[in-house]
């Protein structure tokens, strides 16, 4: 008989017997078993495959099947049994393909398998139950540890959680100082402060994430909404319960905050948000257009090479009116500044409910909402019934439709009751842009006139500023 032409199989995985074997050493063994049996090694084939039941397809393996299947090789070879098949699935396969060409089987480990008698194909079927049983029972056993340290809130490792100082045993203390830091933000956040605001004022003090580095929008983001805050304890997206260790924002305003920023409309804002104070606010004064002007940036001296920002009426043909932003903003700061300082504008102002209140209303609207979409969620996942939901989302309809009507109340005063009984200047001096947007917005139109001289010569004159509300003649 001639001399048996055998395919060497190896393969990289974690799991089971022989994990991290190197490829180069499956391959050495089995070379030395062929040269003890006298086989010739004819074909050598390998995979790389880290988790055992994936179920990615495995280009080696279909090789040494495709080899098989065409009488190229009468033996395999592999370093364990269980370097050749993930599954009793594969196993099937392998023995369809084998039997009928008695292709001998032998692992450079120990053993062989002999798929040409119905007693040998018993022996491979139950080797490979049992290790199938084995591998699905240490996947389990990590699963259910996991779960368990989810639902103690142990920590898993890693740095320590920004807001907490971990514990020896995994247990957590709250970080006060990291803890105050959540706690602003959010308040900010729900108060209409930008992302980017946030991220600018923490950096600018000089505050670092757990791991020393500083903010930028993905790592406060992540931050500001881990469910932990609020002491939830979550695996995989879905809230287990609560936590032992101590929560540093209510339940309410984490929902709220997660809303906020799961917002797609929000997620546009952050990359276009407005540089200028004026941009999408003040508008054309060309009669029958009053677009909102954009910020562009213009020549300032062309042989010089210097530019500036004008606010332009996006109208065709470089629009109706251009102004230096510069200048433009200077004197609506100024016109603003004046009306705020006026104790008559501001009476109208003070009657208004505290801040505080309207946040809490806001916080309470926007958890209503999200309790409405999680029971829409459950719903869809089977957890509840139809009816259920439907129960559910009268009864938080209701609430929502008395916050919303609180809500519509209080807002009126909301940008500018930080100013009533202050000195107006170092109020607006601390403001972040979009805060300081937001009270023009709500204070004011602002209407750049087109100029009948040439150029941008830059004239108060054609800017016309008109309080939206307040005493008349204000
Ligand atoms: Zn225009």
Redesign the pocket.
């Known amino acids: 008989m001639t001399k048996k032409r055998a395919v060497i199989y190896c393969r990289i995985s974690q799991d089971r017997t022989g994990a991290g074997l190197g490829v180069a050493r499956q391959r050495e063994d089995c070379e030395r078993l062929a040269a003890r049996l006298g086989w010739e090694v004819v074909q050598v084939e390998s995979d790389n495959d880290t988790s055992a039941y994936s179920g990615k397809k495995r280009q080696g393996y279909a090789a040494v099947l495709e080899a098989i299947r065409h009488g190229r090789v009468d033996a395999v070879l592999a370093w364990h049994e269980d370097r050749l098949h993930r599954s009793p699935r594969e196993l099937e396969d392998y023995i369809e393909a084998c039997e009928p060409r008695a292709i001998v089987t032998r692992f450079a480990q120990a053993g062989e398998l002999d798929l040409t008698t119905s007693s040998g194909r018993l022996t491979a079927r139950i080797r490979g139950a049992v290790a199938r049983q084995e591998s699905e029972h240490k996947a389990e056993r990590v699963k259910r540890a996991q779960l368990q340290a989810a639902r103690d809130g142990r920590w898993l490792g890693g740095a320590p959680p920004f807001g907490w100082n971990i514990r020896p045993d995994g247990s957590a203390t709250l970080n006060r100082a990291e803890a105050r830091e959540i706690q602003g933000a959010c308040k900010a956040l729900l108060a209409g402060a930008s992302l980017g605001s946030i991220v600018a004022d923490l950096n600018a003090r000089n505050v670092s994430t757990s791991t020393g580095r500083p903010w930028n929008y993905t790592s406060l983001r992540q931050v500001l909404t881990r469910p932990r805050n609020a002491g939830l304890s979550v695996l995989n997206g879905e809230v287990l319960g609560r936590l032992t260790w101590p929560a540093i924002i209510s339940e309410d305003t984490h929902r709220a905050v997660v809303k906020l920023l799961s917002d797609p409309a929000r997620r546009r804002s952050v990359t276009n948000r407005a540089k200028w104070l004026l941009a999408g606010i003040a508008v054309?004064g060309?009669a029958g257009?009053g677009?909102p002007l954009k910020s562009a940036t213009a020549a300032r001296n062309r042989s010089k090479g210097t530019t500036r920002t004008v606010y332009r009426?996006p109208?065709g043909g470089g629009?109706?009116?251009a102004r230096s932003a510069n200048a433009v903003d200077e004197h609506v700061e100024g016109v603003l500044l004046g009306l705020l300082s006026r104790e008559d504008f501001l009476t109208v102002f003070a009657d208004g409910p505290a801040p505080e209140d309207t946040e809490a209303l806001r916080v309470e609207a926007m958890s209503l909402r999200e309790r409405q979409s999680e029971a829409a969620d459950l719903f869809i996942k089977g957890r509840i019934t139809g009816s259920q939901l439907a129960q559910i989302s009268e009864e938080t309809q209701r609430l929502l439709d008395q916050v919303e009507a609180a809500l519509a109340d209080s807002t009126r005063g909301s940008a500018l009751a930080q100013f009533v009984g202050r000195d107006p200047q170092p109020v607006w001096a601390t403001l972040a842009l979009d805060r300081r947007r937001a009270v023009v917005r709500e204070l004011m139109t602002v209407t750049v006139l087109p100029s009948a001289r040439r150029g941008n010569i830059y004239d108060p004159e054609l800017v016309s500023i008109k309080p939206r509300r307040g005493p008349s003649g204000a």
Do not use: E, I, L, S
């Open positions: 054309c060309k257009c677009q009426c109208a629009g109706h009116v």
